[in-house]
């Protein structure tokens, strides 16, 4: 227990730190903006035309069907190959670490979270779409004023699930060296083959976490649980 | 220009695919006057009403509010053609609905769901919108619940709430769906009374109803619906009176346990 403790104080503890900061950056913004795609997509899928809903799928599909590692592993490494010939000048996808780890779970947060928008677009029941079309809201207005928050209501116990399965993905990103806090504890593991206490500080680190998080869910469904189960 | 109805809906057809549900529907609806519309489950009279609400569009034929044309017009050629966005707007603005379902807005309080179009739609300032909708509310007996979600209000009282709502956008015709079936016996005559009190004050109403008691009290003309066509149409006297038509007589054998015998 001591020295598990030790770890905490002086440069390690210092790397621990940072490590954390960067986890936490890497969930809330890949969160965030993942939440941003899913929910373009969810819109594009939902009333754009079909072959943009075709090639959005079988997007969704892929993504929801390999392995996070393999994704961030792909955009990484891979990224550099992907080019973009415009008259004359090239740009590839050349990224540092950090910011494939960012775009890479977006990409992903956002096919899950497009998923989640999806079927909380189905279950609105269609009259309230109907009574806001009746006073006179036109398309833009019902999405904004109707259909968003009472989506948000009905997927926002799904979100918070979701988000705590990013956070812990984020360990991941390790192994194309984002200096995240996983990265920083293999450090300490491997330089004093100490793995035990290492990962014991990881595991209570990122389980601190996910408290943190389902707490804030969990207050955050009490305040709109007034009406979540309007019956009509 | 007082012959000219309300609504004035002519050769009125809507399929769905190869099903037609509405087979050239002719129908007057005077103004200041509540016409109702009965007939058995599946004859098409949510279509219809949804059809003159514009949340479905016609097959064929037209609709006229006012003498205004509804969502379709006469072309250059005589050919049936779509109206611009803006005349169906300003059209249908005229027009309230009423739902079965309330639907009601969940995330919004009672006052919020009367005050949203005004805020929304028509840009009055949230303080003005509120005080229009308080008193709105306050005209359905509902001001001391207006901080109410529709998850803390009765059935009776979300469907109030659904009046106001639509009245606070001052309609000059309100349509309405069956407002009391999805409510239990003893809360269908607070809302049937607020209707009362609406047809009182001079409103132009169409109704789908199973209330035949309130058909037959309130309403000064009943047109029947019989598979998507108009079979019989007439004061509640002629239309209830005796002799009945025969589909009307069955009609009434399903409907009549709902204590309106005595009225007829
Ligand atoms: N969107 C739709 N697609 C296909 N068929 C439909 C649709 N809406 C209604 N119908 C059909 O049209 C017919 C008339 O339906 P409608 O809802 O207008 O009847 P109704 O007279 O209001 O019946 P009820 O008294 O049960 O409310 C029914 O057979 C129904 O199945
Ligand atoms: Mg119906």
Not at chain 1, 6 to 12: A, Q, R, S, T, V
Not at chain 2, 235 to 259: C, M, N, S, W
Request: hydrophobic share 45%; glycine share 10%; proline share 5%.
């Amino acid at each position: 227990m001591t020295s598990l403790l030790g770890y905490l104080g002086g440069e390690d503890g210092r790397n621990i730190l940072s490590g954390l900061v960067n986890t936490c950056v890497l969930w809330v913004v890949g969160t965030l903006l993942g939440t941003v795609l899913g929910f373009l997509t969810a819109v594009a899928r939902r009333y754009g035309p079909r072959p943009i809903d075709w090639l959005l799928k079988a997007c969704v599909e892929v993504i929801r069907g390999t392995p996070f590692l393999v994704q961030a592993y792909l955009l990484y490494f891979g990224g550099p190959y992907l080019c973009l010939e415009l008259g004359g000048a090239s740009a590839c996808l050349t990224l540092d670490p950090f910011e494939a780890g960012i775009l890479g779970l977006t990409i992903y947060a956002g096919a899950y979270f497009s998923e989640l928008f999806r079927a909380g677009f189905d279950a609105i029941p269609r009259g309230h779409i109907e009574a806001a079309t009746t006073v006179g809201l036109d398309r833009w207005q019902t999405l904004r004023r109707i259909i968003l928050p009472e989506m948000t209501m009905l997927v926002l116990p799904a979100m918070v699930n979701m988000s705590i399965l990013l956070l812990k993905e984020t360990a991941v990103l390790s192994i194309i060296s984002v200096k995240e806090l996983k990265f920083q504890v293999d450090i300490i593991g491997n330089r004093d083959y100490a793995f035990v206490e290492a990962f014991t500080i990881l595991a209570l680190v990122y389980w601190a976490l996910v408290e943190l998080c389902g707490r804030a869910g969990r207050y955050a469904e009490a305040r709109l649980s007034r009406y979540r189960f309007a019956h009509s | 220009m007082s012959t000219v109805p309300a609504i004035r809906v002519r050769g009125l057809v809507k399929r769905f695919g190869d099903v037609e549900v509405l087979s050239g529907i002719d129908l007057d609806a005077p103004r200041g006057e509540v016409t109702c519309l009965i007939g058995p489950s599946g004859s098409g009279k949510s279509t219809l009403l949804r059809c003159i609400a514009l949340l479905e569009e016609a097959t064929d034929g037209f609709i006229e509010i006012d003498g205004e044309p509804l969502g379709f017009g006469l072309g250059p050629n005589g050919e049936r053609m779509r109206l611009p966005q803006a005349s169906v707007r300003q059209v249908r603005a005229k027009i309230g609905m009423v739902f079965q379902q309330f639907n009601l807005w969940p995330h919004m309080t009672a006052l919020g769901n009367v005050a949203e179009a005004l805020v929304t739609v028509h840009g009055m300032p949230r303080a003005a919108a509120n005080a229009k909708a308080m008193a709105e509310l306050d005209k359905v007996g509902l001001a001391a619940r207006a901080e109410h979600y529709p998850s803390e209000l009765s059935g009776g009282q979300q469907q109030r709430v659904a009046i106001a709502r639509a009245l606070a956008l001052e309609p000059r015709i309100m349509l309405f769906d069956e407002p009391t079936s999805s409510l239990d016996p003893e809360l269908t005559g607070e809302v049937l009374s607020v209707m009362r009190g609406l047809a009182d004050s001079g409103m132009t109403m169409l109704v789908v109803t199973h209330e035949i008691g309130f058909a037959a009290s309130v309403a000064s003309k009943i047109v029947f619906l019989d598979h998507g066509k108009l079979l019989v149409e007439g004061a509640p006297g002629t239309v209830f009176g005796k002799p009945r038509h025969p589909r009307i007589e069955q009609f009434l054998d399903t409907y009549l346990d709902r204590g309106a015998a005595g009225l007829l």
